[in-house]
Nanobody, 122 residues
Framework: VQLQASGGGLVQAGGSLRLSCAAS????????MGWFRQAPGAEREFVAA????????SYADSVKGRFTISRDNSKNTVYMQMNSLKLEDTAVYYC????????????????WGQGTQVTVSS
């Protein structure tokens, strides 16, 4: 599975962005998907996860109520709508695929995308 993330950019605090991650191959619907982020000087951290059919989601406490993960299996794409962005959301965001939903949450990932930069300014 190859993952291509897009949608990052520069946005003011309080603004919104929607990230997309397009996957190659016919097996997208068999993978749980997730988003992670890595800020400068920090370790990569879990942000959100969604199970194979899109019925289960999980979020890091820092983004709950502001970010929404979703997927469209007919388009082999996972999304993350990010609202009420804060300065501390600035990071490179990575999409990821795992053979299990729990695996995404534990950062046990089978495939990583290349990352897209999100910069939130004051």
């Amino acid at each position: 599975v190859q993952l291509q993330a897009s949608g990052g950019g520069l946005v003011q605090a309080g603004g919104s962005l929607r990230l997309s991650c397009a996957a190659s191959g016919r097996t997208f619907s068999t993978y749980a998907m997730g988003w992670f982020r890595q800020a400068p000087g920090a370790e990569r951290e879990f942000v959100a996860a969604i199970n194979e059919r899109g019925r289960l989601t999980s979020y890091a406490d820092s983004v709950k109520g502001r970010f929404t993960i979703s997927r469209d299996n007919s388009k082999n794409t996972v999304y993350m709508q990010m609202n009420s962005l804060k300065l501390e959301d600035t990071a490179v965001y990575y999409c990821a695929a795992s053979v299990s939903y729990g695996g995404v949450i534990r950062a046990s990932v089978n495939y990583w995308g290349q990352g897209t930069q999100v910069t939130v300014s004051s």
